[in-house]
C-alpha cells in the first residue's frame, strides 16, 4: 500500500490555490465599476437639458391682454371698442358696441370692419373717418383713444414695478395682468343694461355697468340699484344675486349681462 508523499500533497495544494486564482480572475467584470457609474450619471443631465427648452418657449407666449375703451355716446347709439394686445401691439379690434336699428345697421356692417382694419394698421387712434358713418367713425375714435390710453397706463404701471424688482420676477408678470370681459347687452322695459368685468384668472376683482336705464326715475333707481349689484357680483362670484328691490328689471337684466360675461370668460 502506497503512502502519500508530503512533497506530492504540497504540488497537489499548490495546483488547486493556484486554479481557484485562474477562476476567479475569470470572472471578474470586464467594464470598470467607475466608468459604468459615470454613464448612468450622464442620462439624467441630458434628459433635464431637454426638458429647459419647452419651458422657455411657453414663457415667451404669454402677455396678451384684452382693454375695454369707454362708451361713447353718438346721436344713432353708443359706441365702444375693444383692444387685444400683445407686447404693445394691438393684434385685434373689435367694436363691442355699434349703432343699430334701421339704417344704422347698414352703415355700421359697413364701417366698422373697416375701421377694424385701419386700427391694426395705424396703431394708433389716427385713422380716416368712414364716408356714410360719421358719427359712428368719431365715437369709434374717441373709445379707441380710451383705450390705447387704459393700456399705456397699465404698461406703465407694470414697467415700473417691473424694473424695480428682481430680474427672476419678470416672467411672473403676465400671468397677474387682468382680463376685462363684456356682457351681451340686454334690453329691459326702461332701457339696455350691459355689464363689464375685470378677471383676475377666474375671479371677479371688479363689476360695473356700462349701460344701464336713465331719465326721469329711470336715472334714480339706476343709482340705487347698480352699485348695489356691483357688491353682489364681487361678493358672489357668478350671476347668482339677489334682485334690488324696486328695480326689478334693471337687475335682472344686469344679471343676464352679467351671466353671459362670465360665459365669455369661461368661469
Not at 78 to 105: E, F, N, R, W, Y
Not at 181 to 195: E, H, M, S
Request: charged share 15%.
Amino acid at each position: 500500500m502506497k503512502t502519500n508523499h508530503p512533497i506530492r500533497r504540497f504540488v497537489l495544494a499548490s495546483a488547486a490555490t493556484v486554479s481557484g486564482i485562474v477562476l476567479l480572475l475569470a470572472l471578474k467584470p470586464a467594464t470598470d465599476p467607475a466608468a459604468a457609474s459615470a454613464q448612468v450619471g450622464a442620462a439624467p443631465q441630458q434628459t433635464a437639458a431637454g426638458q429647459g427648452a419647452p419651458q422657455g418657449g411657453t414663457a415667451q407666449q404669454s402677455g396678451t391682454a384684452t382693454v375695454l375703451g369707454d362708451v361713447v355716446q353718438t346721436q344713432y347709439g353708443p359706441v365702444q371698442v375693444q383692444l387685444t394686445m400683445s407686447g404693445g401691439k394691438i393684434t385685434k379690434a373689435d367694436a363691442v358696441q355699434a349703432p343699430k336699428g334701421g339704417t344704422s345697421d347698414q352703415k355700421t356692417a359697413l364701417s366698422v370692419p373697416k375701421l377694424n382694419q385701419e386700427t391694426l394698421a395705424a396703431q394708433s387712434a389716427d385713422i380716416d373717418a368712414v364716408s356714410g358713418a360719421t358719427y359712428t367713425s368719431g365715437g369709434y375714435k374717441k373709445s379707441l383713444q380710451s383705450a390705447l390710453d387704459k393700456a399705456k397706463a397699465a404698461g406703465g404701471a407694470s414697467g415700473s414695478s417691473g424694473s424695480s424688482g428682481k430680474a427672476g420676477a419678470s416672467p411672473a408678470a403676465p400671468a397677474a395682468q387682468a382680463r376685462v370681459v363684456t356682457g351681451a347687452v340686454t334690453n329691459t322695459q326702461y332701457g339696455p343694461v350691459q355689464v363689464r368685468l375685470t378677471l383676475a384668472g377666474k375671479k371677479i376683482t371688479k363689476a360695473e355697468a356700462v349701460q344701464a336705464p336713465s331719465g326721469g326715475t329711470s336715472s334714480q333707481k339706476t343709482e340705487l340699484a347698480v352699485p348695489k349689484l356691483n357688491q353682489e357680483a364681487v361678493a358672489a362670484g357668478s350671476a347668482q344675486i339677489d334682485t334690488v328691490s324696486g328695480a326689478t328689471y334693471t337687475s335682472e337684466g344686469y344679471k343676464k349681462s352679467l351671466q353671459s360675461a362670465l360665459d365669455k370668460a369661461g368661469v
